[in-house]
């Protein structure tokens, strides 16, 4: 059973960083393009970050410029570098393995289950 565990989130200041981890295991992690979701109070999840199994990213323009995703294969594991933090990237954070064809519009997500998510919120 394949499983998705994130962590990293916390609570930051606005103009701060944070490095969200998701550790995937119960599949092959190499030959997957993963992405990171996030789904804010009363908004649908989005896509917001994706990464090919080769190491091309692409991003919302939401977040372009102050995020950056990364994967090491070696351990199973998806990165999210979050900094510039605004209180609009307040939202629980998932990641997910991807279906499709890249930029980020052609993307789904692959599984029809979710991990539990990391909480980022952004306040002063």
């Known amino acids: 059973q394949v499983q998705l565990v994130e962590s990293g989130g916390g609570l930051v200041q606005p103009g701060g960083s944070l490095r969200l981890s998701c550790v995937t295991s119960?599949?092959?992690?190499?030959?997957?393009?993963m992405g990171w979701y996030r789904q804010a109070p009363g908004k649908q999840r989005e896509l917001i970050a994706a990464i090919s199994t080769v190491g091309t990213t692409n991003y919302k323009d939401a977040v372009q410029g102050r995020f950056t995703i990364s994967r090491d294969n070696a351990k199973n594991t998806v990165y999210l570098q979050m900094n510039s933090l605004k209180p609009e990237d307040t939202a629980v954070y998932y990641c997910?393995?991807?279906?499709?064809?890249?930029?980020?519009?052609?993307?789904?997500?692959?599984?029809?289950?979710w991990g539990q998510g990391t909480q980022v919120t952004v306040s002063s």
């Open positions: 997910s393995a991807l279906k499709g064809l890249f930029p980020i519009a052609g993307l789904r997500p692959r599984d029809d289950y």
């Open positions: 119960g599949r092959i992690f190499s030959i997957y393009a």
